[in-house]
């Protein structure tokens, strides 16, 4: 299969976004810009169109999509009742990177919520995904539009990177402003809990609902083999470079001084660094933005660990950002591409 590629900024070019809307209408797959990740999108009530997306990313079929939606009149498509916390978060934080998990209803399909009796949605603050999404007319599964385990993608060309070949059309809205995924939470149980950080913080939400929000233990910890997740993505390995990564956690002085070292040994090393450090190591550099400003290092992390394999190294020290606020976003995704292993100097 050929992709082609169609520019489409943030002032909506009616021709590509109508030509997306044609692709999805004929149960094919698309490459979407959103304001978190670029994302593969496909109608999600259907089986057949769903399919085409499990394939293209060599996504396991146990792992279900979240569905995007351009109006609230949309859930309805998805959703049968509509919990009065999910209101009062969708009234707060959409259009924007909050995925609330609730029960599956209306005409959702099989393959989208991966049997599952749930369903993930939300709409995302991106005026070409939404106006793509209302032209199609109706909601669209979209995962991170990446081959599963790899980086999200953050721009177009990362998007050619993974897909090119695999899918018809990819529509380039240029760099996503927020850069990590959506926030995804669970209103399903008793307690309302966060199965993945994202851009929206623990602190918003639990202002937003007035109540106690939890963290899942999958969230921060390698899930056991075996053991049951309650969001089926957390179990995989993810946003790997081919690279071998080794998460860093002290000061500044302290991290520059261990690399500076192992630099000195026999390996091939480079640092995935704040850009403040640059100057202090003597390794080639990776940096993803500033120490402090976590808002940068989301928007920079992705597009930073596909650059870290263009270098050669044996390994990789990326310096371990802040765990809380948007940084326990940036932390969760550091921590998986290191494949959980931590090193405090
Ligand atoms: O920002 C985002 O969320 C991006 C853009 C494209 O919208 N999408 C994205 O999708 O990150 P994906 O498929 O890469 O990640 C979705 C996560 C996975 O960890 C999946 O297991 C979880 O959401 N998820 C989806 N449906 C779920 C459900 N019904 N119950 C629990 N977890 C669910
Ligand atoms: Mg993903």
Redesign the pocket.
């Known amino acids: 299969m050929s992709t082609a590629y169609i520019t489409a900024l943030m002032q909506a070019d009616k021709k590509a976004i109508m030509l997306a809307a044609e692709h999805l209408k004929n149960d094919e797959v698309v490459a979407?810009p959103?304001?978190?990740?670029?994302?593969?999108?496909a109608n999600s009530l259907s089986d057949v169109a769903v399919k085409k997306i499990f394939a293209a990313k060599s996504?396991p079929a146990d792992?279900?999509?979240?569905s995007?939606i351009s109006d609230m009149s949309m859930l309805k498509m998805l959703v049968d009742d509509v919990p009065a916390d999910a209101v009062k978060l969708a009234n707060l934080f959409w259009p924007g990177?909050l995925?609330l998990?609730l029960k599956?209803g209306g005409k959702v399909c099989n393959t989208a919520?991966?049997n599952?009796q749930?369903?993930?949605v939300?709409m995302?603050n991106h005026k070409v995904a939404l106006d793509i999404i209302k032209a199609a007319g109706v909601p669209l599964a979209?995962?991170?539009?990446?081959v599963s385990g790899r980086p999200?993608p953050t721009d177009a060309n990362a998007v050619k990177a993974d897909m090119d070949g695999k899918i018809p059309l990819v529509i380039d809205g240029g760099n996503c402003t927020?850069g990590?995924?959506?926030t995804?939470l669970?209103l399903?149980g008793d307690e309302i809990v966060i199965?993945?950080p994202?851009f929206i913080t623990k602190e918003q939400i639990e202002s937003a609902v007035n109540k106690e929000v939890s963290i899942a233990k999958s969230a921060e910890n390698m899930p056991k083999e075996g053991e049951k997740v309650?969001?089926?993505?957390?179990k995989?390995k993810h946003y790997a470079p081919n690279t071998k990564i080794v998460l860093v956690g002290g000061s500044s002085k302290d991290y520059c001084n261990f690399v500076n070292k192992q630099t000195k040994g026999g390996q091939k090393v480079l640092a995935l660094c704040f850009t403040d450090e640059k100057e202090r190591l003597i390794c080639p550099v990776v940096a993803y933005g500033k120490m402090g400003d976590d808002a940068e290092q989301a928007r920079l992390i992705f597009a930073a660990l596909r650059e870290v394999d263009t270098h050669g190294a044996d390994i990789a020290y990326a310096h371990c950002p802040n765990n809380y606020g948007v940084g326990s976003a940036v932390y969760n995704r550091m921590l998986r591409a290191a494949s959980f292993e931590v090193l405090y100097v």
Do not use: D, F, K, Q
Request: charged fraction near 10%; charge should be positive; glycine fraction near 6%.
């Open positions: 979407i959103t304001e978190t990740v670029y994302g593969l999108a996504r792992n279900p999509l979240i995007h990177p995925t998990v599956r919520c991966a599952m749930t369903v993930a939300r995302p979209a995962p991170s539009a990446n999200s927020v990590v995924e959506s995804v669970s399903v199965l993945r994202g309650m969001s089926p993505g957390m995989y």
